[in-house]
């Protein structure tokens, strides 16, 4: 099937002090967040002097998908939109238009089911198609990823360089970005019973673990945002790594598993919390590097495109389905990853 090029989709990221708070006005716009959880998040952000590297790094991402691309003897374009910062998706896709473009791919970054991680993509599809108008693009999504061969090698070799790092005995510890125990319950078709995003998640941890050969290995949780009485996704990465000491543990590799580039959360987080907490226990840590800049990273999401462009058969490791793919923001199944509701106050 003909395409005329591939939109990278983001979450998007400040690139300067001046940035950060209407990007975060941007990320939380509709949720009823109190100006002061802002004024707190903005102080990490500041810290790295108002710039995260998530935008940088889906550049260099990019360049590398072009590289790829033009080796393999793929015409395809690449252009860059984000939902939160800019480029703006709705700026980019006017732009394509202009361009006379009308048939595109999307790679949105993010390997998981769910709201946050695919559906809210769908959305950010829809959102920029009518804000363009009648004439925009169409926009197929492309599917998830998390456990493509190359996304599973990629961590494996990054969790093996790691581990060398350390003592022997070091503990494996994969993390996520968590989510709100009900969003998660919504997480795919109700045919599956919900649970798709932590479920996913927990198979791409048990095949780099399989594919490292460690047999015992924790999958925790990060960068909870909401209120208190909220149930999320748990343990925290900073408890967990205080309960391993507990254990005995004196060395942790943790590994982002959620994540496929080092963006403020994942450097926060883990390079900054997680890391001085095991510090102060005199624990060992070792952060995993993310993907993105692996030059197996590229490879993967030019297969991905060349499953629509050449009908290139989809590789996975797993028995979840292929799920994700879709077009002009349409779900892929109803009532999949609906966001979650929130409780009456």
Known sequence: MSFDALLWLSFGGPEGPADVRPFLENVTRGRGVPPERLDEVEKHYQHFGGVSPINRLNREAIAAVEAELAGQGVRLPVYFGNRNWHPMAEDTLGKMLADGVQRVLVFPTSAYGGYSACRQYDEDIARVREAVGPNAPELVKLRQFFDHPLFIESFADAVRASLATLPDGARLVFTAHSVPVSADKAAGPPSEGGGRYSKQVAEASRLVAEAVGVAEYDVVWQSRSGPPQIPWLDPDIVDHIEALHGQGVTAVAVCPIGFVSDHLEVIWDLDNEAAEKAGELGMAFARVATPNSDPRFARLVVELIREH?????????????????????????????EPAKRPAR
Do not use: H, M, Q, Y
């Open 309 to 337: 462009t050449d009908g290139v058969e989809p590789r996975k490791l797993s028995a979840f389905p292929a799920a994700g793919c879709t077009i002009n923001g349409a779900p892929c199944a109803p009532l999949c990853c």
